[in-house]
């Protein structure tokens, strides 16, 4: 047949990106759906999706689209966005991104398709990153301890009282200090949380800080107006009243001023945005959090620690892994699993390529030019408020209108909130024109003011507007990695050096159950890119950010269809956020209706550990619900709890399809029993990816849940962030959803408290998710999920004729994940589900989750991304590994000295005394594919007793650099 005969639809077919989403082609799934034994794909899914809570028709969202015909119409919808230069400040700042970290870090899937670095082996690239990272916060603050990464700067001063209340020596106290010089967004979020914990909290001027007896205090250096201020002795006023002092700290000031640490504050917190990460219209960025090593139990957040492997070697891995917040459940410190790491990263990469004589010189810099502005406006009778400042100054302004106006005109943004006044924060981005250009408006034109000649005045005046008793005295960033890039050839293969020790999914399949590591189609990554998107303040005026809006919004309304809910909060920036959101929903509807003290959390033993965590940061009480041998809510253990326990039941939180990986068929009824208690469901949205266009949280019944776009909506994991979890809700709970101090998100809304610090969280990745909707429509998101479906099935039918499968639903059939048992090899041949994960590395595969759910399990999530080739290698690698241990049951092989119990292999091994029993091949080549695509970790297995017996999370020390 001539292509003359195929019709139009046909010779499109290459531009269609449904096909390009989806793994496996049509010959390939009718050879799955062979093994499998269904009909069709749609026959598989009615096997699988119980009746009752299926959807009749596809989601009224819009066709799909063509990548170039959705990247053309964003941009249309980008260009209503209006990037003004800003000098808003208040923790975001313009800045400029070294081109060689945007390209090979931010626009580089082997920085931001890898996973958390769960396998710290295959990890170690990102790992050397984050505890750069860690080196370059403590360094900076003055403090001994770092964590690799917060939310943002309000969620981690928020989580800096947390730490305080645990403490604090002033137990008896329930009051919590916080500057009203502080930035409105995070008093607004602290607040917030405050309510949540019971706390009682008091914003005043700084000074009367030590007035108070509380059990903590937040201060802001520089404050929010700009003003630097010694605040050592108040510090040690509120010590002498056992509080404990946390101190949010503007980044780039750091650089030039007396490290917090060294003023006597106990944790310092802040954004390290301004270290080359774009402001995207409020995040994602990375927020710091340091503290001292005597509250190191207590530090939120992941820590990355140095540990050795067995060959003795130095070896990075997230220290106190098992502390990591969430897996604490209800003892945790705090919900935060998905964090900032990509971030992170790339703010690290900004200090080690300016390194520290880079860096003072753009904070000089930055600071010289408000010095010249201070002087210039000085000189014609307008003065500053203060007289100490950094890079901020306040005017207060009889004219503010006609000021703000002209400035408006001239394309410029000033801080304007409060009133009478307006604030002027400089940054790495202004230049003379611009601050010409700010003469012009403060003055009106014809001041005669000339840059130069300012600068010529204050460097012969030797004055200097930072206390001396402030002037940073002490190093920073000596560590090598901070003095050794700083070409770009260097810093280029520093970068391309880390990223070749990370396994990420551009090099095979991550099979994470529960984390959905899906195509982050490059398409969806290009618009993060942009300036429309990159360069807007989240507090600039909302008719600037048009564009902004209308992207929010149709992605709202499409999550909505997709959710079955009636409303949608964009505000929460990972999936732990949105449980704390959702949960605060709950809480005030219940306070709504009179009902406070209903504070019961169901919450059934296999969930998420953030559930119980997030339960227990709204003050909720959590009561666990048992499961049955098939993974099941027992459901009269469920009848039982709720009827006991309805006075003062608040909610049931729920995971569907369970983390089991099994649609439960009860869960109508599940919703049915809560809700005739009282309660309200909460449905963990995590799994969304077995839900989206097949069924609905609100279909289903729930009231509300949080979505993971770093999971079902093609938001990249970066490493271990950044995410995106908007929550949806019924329409009953919608009043209740979070606000924002100084952007109007919903007038319905207005004046409820904030959850994170920007209106709409990590707004700059939204269009990621937007993307990912626009491409695959309607049909595409459907297709996604049953895809999902089909391929989970099918490596549970091949994987299950050499493992038994831990659950399957009734008819044998498994969601969009399967958990297989490993404690059987355990018992036969002492290999562990641990040796098996790091046997997957020699065959270059990453393990799948491991223990999650159920101790000595793997939980195995393809998503419809995987095409069968990648599907069947990962078999041939785990029926190749299960003739391993059979080996080891049978004597073949010693029980220490076989290749599971070695692995993984490194170059290292093969090349020094060889005297193991089995051969070199067997260790690395295993199987011919392995050998095809080899992938070599850089360090044996980790010894994780020593790192968290030995806890150093910095770079060693200079001395060890010297053999
Ligand atoms: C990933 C996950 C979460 C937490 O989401 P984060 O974005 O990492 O905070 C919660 N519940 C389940 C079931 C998950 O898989």
Redesign the pocket.
Known sequence: MTTQSKSLAYLEQTQDFIRRHIGPNAEQTQAMLNDIGAESVDALINEIVPSDIRLSALPAIEESKTEAQALSDLKAVASLNKVNDTYIGLGYYGTLTPNVILRNVLENPGWYTAYTPYQPEIAQGRLESLLNYQQMCIDLTGLELASASLLDEGTAAAEAMALAKRVSKNKKSNLFFISSDVYPQTIDVVKQRAEMFDFDVIVAPAHEAADHDVFGALLQYPSATGEVTDISELIEKIHANKGIVAVAADIMSLVMLKAPGELGADAVIGSSQRFGVPMGYGGPHAAFFTTSEKYKRSLPGRIIGVSKDTRGNAALRMAMQTREQHIRREKANSNI??AQVLLANMAAFYAVYHGPKGLKIIANRIHRFADILCLGTATKGLTAVHANYFDTLTFNLDNKEEIVARALAAGVNFRTDIDGQISISIDETTTRENIAGLFDILLGEGHGLDVSDLDDKIVSSGHCSIPAALVRESEILTHPVFNSYHSETEMLRYIKRLENKDLALNHSMISLG??TMKLNATAQMIPVSWPEFANMHPFAPVDQALGYKQMIDELGDWLVELTGYDNISMQPN???QG?YAGLIAIVKYHESRGDAHRNICLIPSSA?G??PASAQMVGMKVVVVACDKEGNVDMNDLRTKASEMADNLACIMI?YPS?HGVYETTVAEICNIVHEHGGQVYL?G??MNAQVGVTSPGYIGADVSHL?L??TFAIPHGGGGP?M?PIGVKAHLAPFLPDHALINVDESTKGNGAVAAAPFGSAGILCISYLYCAMLGKQGVTDATKYAITNANYLAKKLSEHYPLLYAGKNGRVAHECIIDLRPLKATSGITEVDIAKRLIDYGFHAPTMSFPVAGTFMIEPTESESKVELDRFVEAMVSIRDEVRKVESGEWSSDNNPLHNAPHTLADITDTWDRGYSIKEAVFPVPAAAKNKFWPTVNRIDDVYGDRNLICSCPPIESYQD
């Open positions: 699993c998905t529960s984390c990972s999936g732990a449980e998420h953030t559930n995971t983390t963990d995590a799994n993971n770093h999971k995410g979890g």
